[in-house]
């Protein structure tokens, strides 16, 4: 069948529309009609870097509608609608079956985008397009393993189903598993977009006394009050001098790193305002020096640099739980989503997020 679909070519160059084949779907893969696609920043870390191979589909924060199953599949079937897990889920592995589906090893070929046997479902032109983290979800349908399917309540919207496929099932995640909140803690943020917003959310859940959120743009510094924060900030030092007074100088239990792009400033700063026994977990993408240890802060302190990938989530349990969450009450997802917008329009959805006026953008697909 033919699907259009934002691809990305080249590094460095803008995302372009353009109408692809689609294999059938086989063995343990599923067809999925996307209906709602989140613009996450880890897509555009790809788009301005092109890490991994490329010719690549877009998107890993989706959700659809089964239309087809190929043989053998058990885990879904036609007509349910599912959100995307960016980390496909064997429930076998040995990390799967340790409570640890983040690191499953089906995740192996998040970057390369081809299914298990190492093909390719999207072609053009002779071409193998793969699809971000095997989700694609920049295209109006992808063919996906049924272990990305996770199946959601006929409750839940699709657009709140593609926002728990990645960002904020990342970010509340990164505060209540990755950093291990508990109830009483001081948890400091920096970044309150998509995912670090998630991590406001999740670090009230999980009963913070204080939840210090740090971002440049005033307008989230406002949204991330809103969303639970008890205070906000532009300035980290500001932040450290108000965080030194609420502690009486013991600094924060958690302090968790969302930004858009990682930097030795945002670490340095973030270990500086760890505690004893503390946990500065970094969730954010990008560069940064690991060898910024000098004064003996962090084995003086016991402090520990957690890297956090899904926040630590076991996307079988997690996303429907987080959806639970928000149905029942606790947690805000619909109010994250700031414009809607159609696939053409990929582009000036990225500036508006790179320009601080999304929390996020999601691309709504027109059939
Ligand atoms: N580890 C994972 O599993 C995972 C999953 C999803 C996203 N990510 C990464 O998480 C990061 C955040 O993604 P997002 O979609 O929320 O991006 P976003 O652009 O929506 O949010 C980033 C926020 O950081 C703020 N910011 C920028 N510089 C800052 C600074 N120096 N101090 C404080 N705040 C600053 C921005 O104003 C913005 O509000 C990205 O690097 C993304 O690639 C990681
Ligand atoms: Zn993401
Ligand atoms: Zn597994």
């Known amino acids: 069948m033919k699907t259009r679909a934002a691809v990305l070519r080249k590094a460095g160059t803008p995302w372009e529309v353009t109408e692809l084949d689609l294999d059938e779907p086989k ?5 999925v009609r996307m209906e709602a696609a989140g613009l996450c920043h880890s897509d555009e870390h790809i788009r301005a870097r ?8 877009g998107g890993h924060e989706g959700a659809g509608v089964v239309v087809q199953a190929g043989p053998g599949v058990t885990r879904v079937k036609v007509g349910d609608r599912v959100s995307c897990s960016y980390i496909p889920v064997c429930g076998r592995c040995r990390y799967c079956s340790t409570g640890k589906q ?7 070929w998040a970057g390369v985008g081809c299914l298990r046997d190492e093909t390719f479902r999207f072609h053009s032109k002779g071409e193998d397009f793969g699809g971000m983290c095997v989700v694609g979800a920049f295209s109006e349908y992808s063919v996906l393993s049924e272990y990305s399917c996770v199946k959601v309540e006929d409750y839940v919207p699709l657009e709140v189903a593609a926002l728990v496929s990645c960002g904020v099932t990342t970010g509340f995640c990164s505060a209540v598993y990755a950093g291990d909140v508990r109830p009483g803690d001081v948890v400091v ?3 309150t977009g998509g995912v670090g917003m998630n991590a406001v959310q999740g670090a009230r859940y999980a009963g913070a006394r204080h939840v210090l959120a740090i971002d440049p743009n005033e307008w989230k510094q406002h949204q991330a009050l809103e969303f639970g924060a008890t205070h906000a900030f532009g300035d980290p030092e500001k932040a450290r001098d108000v965080l030194v007074d609420l502690t009486r100088g013991q600094l924060a239990d958690t302090v968790i790193c969302t930004v858009g792009e990682m930097s030795n400033e945002v670490l340095a700063a973030a270990v500086g305002m760890t505690g004893k026994g503390g946990t500065t977990v970094v969730t954010a993408v990008g560069g940064y020096d690991m060898s910024l240890e000098r004064g003996g802060g962090l084995t003086g302190y016991h402090r520990r640099i957690q890297g956090s990938l899904f926040g630590g989530a076991n996307p079988l349990h997690d996303i429907p739980m987080i959806l639970s969450l928000w149905h029942e009450g606790h947690i805000r997802l619909p109010e994250l989503i700031t414009k809607r917008y159609a ?13 601080g006026r999304n929390i996020r953008g999601v691309i709504v697909h027109q059939h």
């Open 343 to 355: 696939l053409a329009e990929i582009n000036e959805g990225y500036k508006d997020l790179m320009e």
């Open 50 to 57: 092109g890490a991994g191979r490329l010719p690549m589909v």
């Open 189 to 191: 943020i920096f970044g």
């Open 27 to 31: 063995a343990n893969e599923v067809l």
């Open 102 to 108: 983040n690191l499953c090893d089906a995740g192996k």
